[in-house]
């Protein structure tokens, strides 16, 4: 059997930046160490991090030891936490991946030029909900493209001339091609319409590859977080040009019986699996056939 394991399967530089650090920060003996939030959305990455000592939190508010350090994740948090932490002197490290903070910036920097914002991502992904944090009083999200009309009449309705367009760093590539397009035919009149393609690059080459991949073979396994909203993505991905598409957090949800007659498998994963989990799909598969 052929198995084809994506090049840029697994961890990306934001993630591998946040994971390490965290690591690191917990050479640090003499501090407790907190995470706001999962640092990356993949359970086998933070039983790990708890095990070695690191206390995930929800809230802020939670931070009670005065003796602490607590983790910014690479999704990055909304502008008050930054603002909280400081009033609370709650000492912080953070590892927001920077093309996030880079979308921060450009959100607040419009924003105060007086651009309505159109944020394109899921609303509820902790991402996004750092970056409407920059984006003032006028902004609309676009999760979906059924969702454009919406965002089109709310723009229209807030009497704004000038419209900043962005998008949450893992959105589906194709997808964000057709809400510009269709963007760019009802915002253009009298509207300074700027669109920014925010796509992290490590997103866009890993859901090429997918797509590549998933054309090429029989059967394509896709490793990561059921949280993880790039792992979804290269799920939809996969599955619209490989039929038999699985998606996975660990090897244990593999059925061999599946992979008989499969002469061809591909590999990818999503942004948060650990190499680990990569490795044993890998020898898993390798070792029964
Ligand atoms: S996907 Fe891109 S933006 Fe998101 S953490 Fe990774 S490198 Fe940063």
Sequence with gaps: MKIIIGKTAGFCYGVE??????????????????????????????????????????????????????????????????????????????????KVLNIHKIAEE????????ILVGASKHPENIGTISYCGKYYSIIEQVE??????EDVKKSKKDKCLVIAQTTYHLGKFAQIEKILKENLS?????????????????RQEETED?????????????????????????????CKNTICIE????????DLKNIESVGIMAGASTPQESIDEVQELISSNI
């Design 17 to 98: 930046r946040a994971v390490k650090g965290a690591k690191a920060e917990l050479n640090n003996k003499d501090k407790k160490i907190y995470c706001l939030g999962e640092i990356v959305h993949n359970r086998e990455v933070i039983k790990d991090l708890e095990n070695r000592g690191i206390e995930v939190i929800e809230d802020i508010s939670q931070v009670k030891e005065k003796n602490s350090k607590t983790i910014i994740r690479a999704h990055g948090i909304p502008k008050e936490i930054y603002d909280k932490c400081e009033e609370s002197k709650i000492e912080y490290v953070d590892y927001t991946c920077p």
């Design 189 to 205: 009149e009298g509207i300074d319409l700027k669109i920014k393609n925010t796509i992290c690059q490590a997103t866009q080459i």
């Design 147 to 152: 969702d454009c009309q919406k965002a089109i």
């Design 213 to 241: 991949i998933a054309k090429k073979v029989q059967y394509m396994i896709i490793i990561g977080g059921k949280n993880s909203s790039n792992t979804k993505k290269l799920y939809e991905i996969a599955s619209k040009n």
């Design 110 to 117: 419009y924003s105060k030029k007086g651009y309505y914002i």
């Design 250 to 257: 660990t090897k244990d949800e593999i059925n061999l019986d």
